[in-house]
């Protein structure tokens, strides 16, 4: 493993390990700040998931299993298990989670405005930082690739048998 990759999943990952402490920690403090995020996002997640699933509509739920996530998928992005699946949850619960603590367009007061675009854009930046490693292949061929060269490889192999066919035939 290249050690800046040894170096920077940790440092990535040690945002999400303390936010997710904190979501579990103070999930009904921080409830009140997601209920306008879960009342927009649940309905949706219901009309997209079959009648069986449930979508849970407490925001303390929200919170918990967000915060579960990020120790969950921080731990594994900090000890380079599962590196990219571990960066995309996380960037999955970044999203939400920014859009319900950092409303910097809803704030009054200028100092209050200021801290939360702060947070807003240093939370985009922890995304671009996250989107960078769910696509970190580590030098190695990513699915994408394989799959286009193993369906070249794969039509390449049956023009050979066919042209070997076809020349057995006449």
Not at 39 to 67: H, M, Q
Not at 83 to 93: Q, W
Not at 128 to 147: E, H, Q, Y
């Amino acid at each position: 493993m290249a050690l800046s990759r040894l170096i920077a999943r940790p440092l990535l990952a040690s945002y999400f390990l303390a936010n997710g402490v904190q979501d579990l920690k103070d999930a009904p403090a921080l409830a009140a700040q997601a209920a306008p995020v879960t009342e927009t996002v649940a309905p949706v997640l219901d009309n997209a998931t079959p009648e069986r699933v449930s979508v849970p509509r407490d925001p303390v739920l929200w919170v918990r299993t967000s915060g579960a996530v990020q120790l969950v998928a921080g731990l594994a992005l900090a000890t380079g298990h599962f590196p990219r699946l571990s960066a995309a949850l996380l960037g999955g619960t970044l999203v939400p989670s920014t859009a319900a603590r950092y409303r910097f367009w809803e704030a009054t007061d200028k100092e209050q405005r200021r801290e939360q675009l702060t947070h807003f854009v240093k939370n985009t930046a922890l995304a671009g930082g996250l989107l960078i490693a769910a696509l970190d292949t580590a030098g190695k061929p990513g699915v994408a690739w394989r799959a286009r060269h193993a369906t070249h490889d794969a039509r390449r192999e049956a023009a050979l048998v066919g042209a070997k066919v076809r020349a057995r035939v006449h």
